[in-house]
């Protein structure tokens, strides 16, 4: 699959060995349907260390099949959402809307 090629591009079998993974371009161009979500979100979870970060960029008009920004806890069950000062939730001029999950 496509997903676990971009999220997994190096290999990595070992669980656990990824700090960072930013999630952009991937939803709503390739990722459309709940399964596919889920399916991301524990490919995700499985590569990410303890306290690991995932900045996940989507637009939020065009290419938002599953209405993400009203239903982000639905799918992001393994992760928690940071919300502070440190990291607002960032909209550009191109509807791009970025939220930071940490591995739970």
């Not at 690991?52 to 992760?79: A, C, D, T």
Request: proline letters at 5%; hydrophobic letters at 45%; a positive charge.
């Amino acid at each position: 699959m496509k997903l676990l090629r971009f999220l997994n591009p190096f290999k990595i079998s070992t669980p656990g060995r990824i700090i960072l993974i930013h999630f952009n371009g991937v939803y709503g161009w390739g990722v459309n349907t709940h399964d596919q979500m889920i399916r991301a979100v524990k490919i995700i979870n499985s590569l990410l260390k303890p306290d690991g970060i995932l900045i996940f960029g989507h637009n939020i008009f065009n290419h938002n099949p599953l209405n993400m920004e009203k239903r982000y806890q639905e799918y992001f069950f393994s992760l928690t959402e940071i919300k502070n000062s440190l990291f607002p939730v960032v909209r550009s001029d191109l509807n791009q809307i970025f939220r930071i999950f940490k591995k739970i």
